[in-house]
Nanobody, 128 residues
Framework: QVQLVESGGGLVQPGGSLRLSCLVSGFTLENWNIGWVRQAPGKQREGVSC????????YYADSVKGRFTFSRDNAKSMVYLQMNNLKAEDTGIYYC?????????????????????WGQGTQVTVSS
């Protein structure tokens, strides 16, 4: 049974940092595409970052490039999203999502709705 469980969300001031974690089970992390998707209040979901199953290439939305870093620890079945220099517009629910190999991470960044498995989400609020 595939499961993804996010943690690490919270309230942070603009310019601050947070690290989100996602514990996965039911599949071999290094063999799957996995990503982070967020939904701001009143807005549609947005692909934030994805790691490809093949080669482990990482892709980022333009809005977070240079500020967010997506990494994975295959031995621990964990992925992390390090978020630095946070802005008010980064506020939202952050979801960890995954799919078996097939398409690339870049494809899922743009077509995140096609991820097959989703976590429950963790709230990130950036406010002073």
């Amino acid at each position: 049974q595939v499961q993804l469980v996010e943690s690490g969300g919270g309230l942070v001031q603009p310019g601050g940092s947070l690290r989100l974690s996602c514990l996965v089970s039911g599949f071999t992390l290094e063999n799957w595409n996995i990503g982070w998707v967020r939904q701001a209040p009143g807005k549609q979901r947005e692909g934030v970052s994805c790691i490809s199953s093949s080669g482990g290439l990482t892709y980022y939305a333009d809005s977070v490039k240079g500020r967010f870093t997506f990494s994975r620890d295959n031995a621990k079945s964990m992925v992390y999203l390090q978020m630095n220099n946070l802005k008010a517009e980064d506020t939202g629910i952050y979801y960890c999502a995954a799919s078996p190999p097939g398409y690339s991470g870049n494809y899922y960044l743009r077509h995140f709705q096609e991820f097959e498995y989703w976590g429950q989400g963790t709230q990130v609020t950036v406010s002073s």
